[in-house]
């Protein structure tokens, strides 16, 4: 359908090369125009920056950041449908209409027990304990949703076709939704995905790159019976006994496993006190491999320790699998067409205040004092299999449809990830000119591909001959796995009462640091 589709819009163009040039500026002019009209709105962009880093939400918990999103969206155009693939938190936005489709993904969520004033070059919580944006997932959104709004205005001024839509990223710290929203068919008219990350460098790549591994990320339940520890522990089942056999076993086993696989447990329930025998306890997994069918028998390995475990206890075994991911494996064409529009755009000037703050925190955390990087990557071919990494789920839309994963420059290099520290920049001038880049990034590739049916139909002859010829896509997830939405809401309704207070108003303070009360950079003496 898709192709039929393509090849009538070919001949179109084909034939009417007049009328096409006639009625659209050229792709360059569009190009300097959406450049320009992105930097009218670095205000606009910054507030969104600012407003979803002070919201904090953990995944799944997105609530006030999607409703904040979906506003504007609606504000200026778009169509939004809530809910999808069953996650309430989810959503996507479409406007236009016709080939291509492109579609957009960032992710909304942020990491436990981060929060963190920004512009501040040391460990100084908005709340203690409560969640923060530790690895600037509040920024995604900003870029892309600055870029959509640019590119629905030149769509509409100068009547170009084509579909745009967005979509949140939920629960990416849980690698939890893009499994299930590739299952409910969100990305069956993708002609091209254009995701973006935060980063402390402006770049893309392409092929199985970023982060080599995949995972299955679930949690087993160990049920027993409960009795006397003193009086009678010989009625008792152990459910915690189980749960650490399990773990005593696959510690063993480690020592025998591929050097690829990368494997961590946490204890999620261990029981309640010394003397009740604990009749429920509960571990949780990630395993992670190179490729499906290893990540697949590493799954499998650990369901029969579970099961084996069982069989020690006299307990028995549920389990939930609460995310997967399979590796990436972006587009080589679209990568190519975004890394010249990344040399093009090139870094953002930094202050003499951005590199105060990011050489201050690198010199805080003992990191190396480098400041911020100031020439944008070349473009990343795959890496070697012995370069690990984490996963993000991004990846299996890139074996549905071309898809690029684009980092955009808008936080501060070698920092731990995943906390406190990488939330520091992003709510200050870096995040806010690292995502006006990023916008800009995501804005010409959209453009490159809207204007050039032949652009789209080389990205599917890669994606179907070359991306996808030997290994195809298998879900991670069984038919009857469904998302864990429940996850995080303990956690994020403990907190929200005081998060509330600190949320940015931008109709009384410019940036949330002003709003706060921050001196930029805030740094020790
Ligand atoms: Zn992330």
Same mark, same amino acid.
């Given at each position: 359908m898709r192709h039929c589709k393509m090849l009538l819009l070919s001949l179109v163009v084909l034939l009417a090369p007049q009328v096409w040039s006639q009625q659209k500026p050229m792709l360059e002019d569009l190009k300097k125009e959406a450049m320009q009209e992105i930097d009218r709105r670095q205000a606009f962009t910054q507030q969104m920056v600012d407003q979803i880093f002070s919201y904090a939400e953990l995944g799944f918990q997105e609530y006030e950041t999607s409703r904040y999103v979906t506003g504007i969206l609606e504000k200026n155009g778009f169509k939004v449908e809530r809910g999808i693939a069953g996650i309430p938190t989810a959503w996507v936005a479409t406007y236009g209409s016709g080939m291509p489709v492109i579609d957009f993904m960032a992710d909304l969520d942020c990491i436990p027990r981060a929060s963190q004033k920004p512009g501040v070059a040391y460990h100084d919580p908005i709340v203690e304990g409560a969640p923060g944006h530790g690895e600037g997932h509040n920024a995604g959104e900003a870029v892309n949703v600055t870029a959509a709004l640019v590119l629905r205005e030149l769509m509409e001024k100068y009547k170009i076709a084509g579909t745009l839509k967005v979509f949140p990223g939920v629960a990416e710290e849980l690698v939890g939704t893009k499994a299930f929203y590739v299952r409910a068919g969100l990305f069956k008219d993708a002609d091209i995905v254009l995701g973006a990350h935060v980063d402390d460098s402006f770049g893309t790549e392409y092929g199985q790159?970023?982060?080599?591994q995949g995972l299955v990320s679930v949690q087993y339940f160990f049920h027993g019976k409960a009795a006397?520890?003193?009086?009678?522990?010989?009625?008792g089942r152990s459910a915690l006994d189980a749960v650490e056999l399990m773990d005593t076993g696959w510690n063993f086993r480690r020592e025998h496993l591929r050097l690829q696989q990368r494997s961590h447990y946490v204890i999620?329930?261990?029981?309640?006190?010394?003397n009740v025998v604990p009749s429920e306890a509960a571990v949780w997994y990630f395993f992670r491999e190179l490729d499906y069918p290893h990540i697949k028998d590493l799954y499998d390995l650990g369901n029969t320790m579970a099961q084996a475990a069982t069989m020690m206890t006299g307990t028995t075994v549920t389990r939930r699998l609460v995310g997967s991911a399979w590796p990436p494996n972006f587009s080589r064409v679209v990568a190519e067409a975004q890394q010249k529009n990344i040399e093009r755009i090139g870094m953002p000037t930094w202050s003499e205040a951005d590199v105060t703050l990011a050489q201050a925190l690198q010199k805080e955390i003992g990191a190396k004092v480098d400041g911020l990087k100031t020439k944008v990557d070349a473009l990343k071919p795959p890496s070697p299999a012995t370069e690990m990494g984490g996963s993000d789920d991004i990846a299996d839309i890139s074996w549905v449809a071309p898809t690029v994963y684009l980092r955009y420059p808008a936080n501060i290099p070698n920092l731990p990830g995943h906390s406190w520290a990488n939330g520091? #920049?992003?709510?200050?001038p870096i995040a806010h000119k690292g995502t006006t880049a990023g916008a800009k990034a995501q804005a010409l590739t959209a453009l490159d591909f809207l204007l050039s049916p032949e652009l789209v139909k080389q990205a599917w002859n890669y994606f179907n001959n070359v991306q996808t010829k030997d290994l195809k896509y298998t879900p991670l997830?069984?038919?009857?796995d469904q998302p #864990?939405?429940?996850?995080?809401k303990e956690k994020m309704e403990k907190f929200l009462p005081e998060l509330r207070k600190y949320y940015y108003d931008p109709t009384r303070y410019k940036t949330y640091m002003e709003q706060l009360g921050i001196q930029y950079p805030t740094v020790r003496k």
């Open positions: 790159s970023f982060a080599p006397h520890a003193a009086m009678a522990p010989w009625d999620i329930n261990g029981g309640d006190q010394p520091v #920049a992003m709510a200050t997830i069984a038919p009857d #864990a939405i429940e996850l995080n």
